[in-house]
């Protein structure tokens, strides 16, 4: 029977009330209405779900949508319904009670629904498999297809399973649609659905509009977050966080300084997430905390700001979450707090996952840590990884191109790495190769006796920092390339032989240094470097004379980074003080914190300081819920070794907890374990130490108690101290 010939455009007038097609749109909806299978490779905001959703509505029979997010199909099947009189879409999943799937069924077998969308796990159930089999399915399209690939950033294992329960239903033509695939993971989805042959759709990655930028994370990343927000006021913004702790804390801070926000996580009820999507979407709520659940096929077009909290698990996910800003071609701005700590968590959460996981995982990681910490266009970063060729030397719209380092030059330092390269039979990742070419003996080097080799160690006069951009640089101009099949291993390009033949000028830029310790923004140290003087000498003077009417160590009334906070923020407030670091609920019901709080205002008012609204961020009480359990524990008189083992910490960080506690100015009494484990001399011995000292610095303790006494036990002393003496 000849297929009949539609004209898409009046079609697409009809049903979405556009006057064209966006890209490759036309093209495909054609390819789908031939029968042919389809790959499709669209990024966020290219209209990747009018593909299907067009040749669905021409198409005799019902098109089934495979789709991870019951969210996602809420959202979609509501837009479809509003376009037509009849039953044209529905979804089939568990939110949907036995009438409602009666329903379903009944609207599929009398012809009524075009679109169907399930979920992998509600397709691969028995009785829906021969429902379906008595369907008329005009043709299978996976959304998010991405998820079927253990390279892709979310890969789910039930979405293998879907190409046997297609030949189990009856075949149709299939479509894979997802906005973000490598090349390895574009090969892996079609063998997977067995498409190899499936004509390839792709469009540009680069979204010129959106601006990346990644910040260095600090003690401060909330504060930034706050004045961020507060400079772009009323507009909407998504903040995605890895924990879905971190989602409802962030979300109460950001309540707390009046910004119209609310947690989004999938442990959240079904109908508190549908409550918040719709608000966000009707711009009830500003901005939306997140884990990455939040934002898949949520078509809101003008999100003007995605910042990620977390650096996110591979460059993938990053990409597709950005994406979600200016999908209507606006501002879209892309901020990523950056450090490597974070990155070291992510790779412990690996543990105890199958070793090729592991070894996957950990390769995406290090593809988020190059682009988090290059110095080069991290427009054309992310097009190379997506395999695409950015060519402009300067993109004028990320935190890199308008900043530019200087260039060095590097010819010598590439001539090394590729010879060693090619010494190693191109059967190494760049980690092995940069250890070999500064000359470092590891496990990996000694195994394969490459210490041997003349070429160990020939790069050992230049920095090692200096290794990993000339790796990622040379990739970028196209003299290395990462093999596909074996992901990471370094191999050299035509590009790269001819290079070491006849040298030419290779320029490139050092990586960005994020500092483990980096204590304070770019921005904070301003604030760090405007504290005030005078007012900080006043305070410590109206600390001294706290400290002799108690008869207590200074450090016991405020320590030193309370006060130089307090001469940086001015606080004038109880509540306000709430804020500085070290002083908690405890401190603040002490008689003398007014007296603090009173010097402050007044030095203001006299010296006509003008307190930035934006330093006097107000926290939200840590409703930690571990800090609770010590607490009642230690009220229970529980051993603390005991409770270090039942909340899963090291006997020092449960030392480091307890600190924060007493510090903060909450009273606790740990005789009854002191008793137990320690002498009473040496108990009384570190008491007095910290009664005559100045400081309570633990280094000290150490060097003058360190004979006789542990570290554990001076900090035992220093927490009974501390809590007797402070509060």
């Keep these: 029977m000849a297929k009949k010939k539609h004209n898409l455009s009046e079609a697409l007038k009809k049903y979405f009330g556009f006057d064209k097609f966006k890209g490759d749109q036309e093209a495909i909806v054609q390819n789908v209405l031939d029968g042919k299978d389809t790959f499709v490779l669209m990024p966020t905001g290219g209209g990747k779900s009018l593909c299907y959703q067009l040749p669905s509505l021409l198409m005799e029979g019902t098109a089934i949508v495979i789709s991870p997010l019951i969210a996602l199909m809420k959202n979609q099947v509501d837009v479809i319904s509003s376009m037509s009189e009849e039953g044209t879409a529905h979804y089939l999943n568990s939110s949907l009670n036995k009438a409602a799937i009666d329903q379903v069924k009944s609207d599929i077998m009398e012809g009524k629904t075009k679109l169907l969308y399930v979920a992998p796990e509600s397709l691969t159930k028995d009785e829906n498999v021969e429902f379906l089999k008595r369907a008329k399915i005009s043709f299978y399209a996976i959304d998010e297809a991405h998820c079927i690939s253990e390279w892709g950033h979310d890969f789910r294992p039930e979405y293998r399973r879907i190409r046997p329960i297609i030949n189990e239903i009856g075949v149709a033509p299939v479509i894979a649609l997802t906005a973000t695939a490598t090349d390895k993971v574009r090969t892996d989805i079609k063998k997977s659905l067995g498409i190899m042959d499936a004509t390839e759709f792709k469009s540009s990655f680069n979204r010129p509009n959106l601006y990346y930028e990644v910040r260095p994370k600090t003690i401060d990343v909330d504060k930034d977050i706050i004045r961020f927000i507060k400079q772009h006021p ?3 913004g998504i903040i995605y966080c890895l924990s879905r702790k971190k989602v409802e804390e962030l979300a109460e801070i950001l309540k707390a300084n009046d910004i119209k926000a609310a947690p989004y996580h999938a442990g959240l009820e079904s109908a508190l997430r549908s409550e918040t999507q719709d608000a966000f979407l009707m711009e009830e709520i500003d901005v939306i905390v997140a884990t990455i659940a939040f934002g898949m096929g949520i078509d809101k077009p003008d999100v003007r700001f995605v910042i990620h909290y977390d650096i996110p698990k591979s460059l993938e996910g990053y990409y597709q979450e950005t994406g979600r800003a200016g999908r209507d071609g606006g501002e879209g701005l892309c901020i990523t707090f950056y450090a490597r700590k974070d990155l070291q968590k992510l790779d412990k959460f690996m543990e105890g996952k199958p070793v090729a996981e592991q070894d996957i995982g950990r390769q995406l990681l290090a593809e988020t840590a190059a682009y988090a910490e290059t110095s080069v266009c991290r427009r054309k970063m992310l097009l190379h990884y997506f395999g695409e060729e950015y060519t402009q030397s ?15 030059e590097a010819k010598d330092l590439l001539v090394i790495v590729l010879q060693a390269v090619l010494a190693l039979k191109e059967n190494f990742r760049s980690d092995h190769v940069i250890d070999f070419v500064i000359g470092r003996e590891t496990e990996e080097i000694l195994s394969h006796k490459h210490q041997n080799h003349e070429l160990f160690g020939a790069g050992e006069k230049y920095e090692r920092k200096l290794w990993n951009p000339v790796i990622r640089q040379a990739i970028l101009a196209g003299y290395l390339k990462k093999d596909v099949e074996n992901y990471g291993l370094l191999k050299l390009t035509s590009a790269g032989k001819k290079f070491l033949k006849k040298p030419t000028s290779f320029m490139i ?18 604030t760090i470097s405007a504290l005030d003087q005078t007012l900080s000498a006043m305070l410590k003077d109206l600390r001294k004379k ?16 309370s006060i130089e906070q307090m001469a ?3 606080p004038v407030t109880l509540d306000e003080l709430k804020n500085i670091q070290g002083v908690g609920e405890g401190k603040v019901k002490q008689p003398y914190a007014k007296e603090f709080v009173d010097l402050i205002k007044r030095y203001c008012e006299e010296n006509e300081i003008e307190r930035q609204a934006d330093m006097r ?23 603390l070794d005991d409770i270090a083992t ?7 960080e449960l030392l480091d907890e307890v600190e924060a506690i007493v510090y903060s100015g909450t009273k606790l009494n740990i005789d009854y374990f002191l008793d137990e484990v320690m002498d009473e001399d040496h108990v009384d011995d570190i008491y007095d130490y910290f009664a005559d000292s100045d400081t309570d610095s633990l280094e000290d303790a150490i060097k003058e108690l360190g004979a006789e006494c542990s570290e554990d036990e001076i900090r035992l002393v220093r927490i009974k101290f501390i809590s007797e003496m402070a509060n």
């Design 509 to 526: 830029v050092e990586d960005h240094e994020f500092n483990e310790d980096y204590e304070t923004s770019p921005e904070h140290e301003a």
């Design 568 to 570: 940086t923020d001015f």
């Design 617 to 639: 961020v107000r926290t939200v009480a840590k409703k930690s819920i571990l800090k609770v359990k010590i607490i009642q524990a230690i009220d229970r008189q529980i051993a």
């Design 394 to 408: 300067n993109c004028h719209n990320c935190d890199n191109c308008l900043h530019p380092k200087t260039e060095l």
């Design 646 to 652: 039942a909340q899963g910490l090291d006997f020092d």
């Design 234 to 236: 009323g507009k909407s």
């Design 546 to 561: 706290v400290s002799r009417k108690l008869e207590r160590p200074p450090y016991v009334i405020f320590q030193d980074v």
